[in-house]
């Protein structure tokens, strides 16, 4: 190999070198130039670990008591909630969870119908998860925790400070119910 080779091929390699550094410094260089541009343009929509997104809907100027009330009809089943009341702000996310347990050695399938107290209250309670929207399959013995996620809507009237929410799990019977069980004639 002639020397003009090797000294081309040195060349090269040192400019390689030169823009393999230079693009791993460009990189490591990325966040805070990110962060820069960010304030200058006035951009800035990044959370730094300090920040924390806030809601601003929720009524800190006031609170609410939420008493959890359970009830059965026609089922051999415990069902209790797991807390009797919570205070919470109006437009604040809170969630419990009630306790259900089959006491028969057979599955059984309920429906639970919620209920509010003072009545209006019903209007502005916001479930967003619960036990009720769907029937509920217990195994023979079975227990079983379900959360209830709500809020209450902050347009709540201001004179209405305590809200019972009750439940009452019904059997659901019928040929349906022996289908889902899995027995033919019923339970």
């Avoid at 439940?167 to 040929?175: A, K, Q, S």
Wanted: with cysteine.
């Amino acid at each position: 190999m002639s020397v003009a080779i090797r000294t081309a091929n040195r060349r090269i390699l040192t400019r390689m070198l030169l823009v393999a550094v230079l693009m791993f410094g460009f990189g490591y260089a990325m966040v805070p130039l990110y962060r820069v541009f960010c304030d200058v343009t006035g951009i800035n929509n990044l959370l730094g670990a300090d920040e924390v997104a806030m809601n601003t809907q929720v009524d800190t100027s006031r609170n609410v008591t939420v008493e959890f009330d359970a009830n059965i009809r026609g089922l051999p089943w415990n069902f209790k909630p797991e807390r009797s009341s919570i205070i919470v702000h109006p437009g604040e996310l809170a969630q419990v969870r009630y306790r259900v347990q089959n006491t028969r050695d057979h599955p059984l399938i309920g429906q639970a119908i919620p209920s509010y107290g003072p009545q209006l209250a019903g209007q502005y309670f916001r479930k967003i998860e619960c036990f009720c929207f769907t029937r509920q399959r217990l195994a023979a013995g079975e227990v079983r925790e379900m959360p209830v996620v709500f809020v209450i809507d902050p347009g709540l009237p201001r004179e209405v400070t305590t809200i019972t929410l009750s439940y009452t799990f019904f059997d659901v019977g019928g040929p349906a119910a022996a289908e889902l069980r899995g027995s033919p004639g019923g339970a």
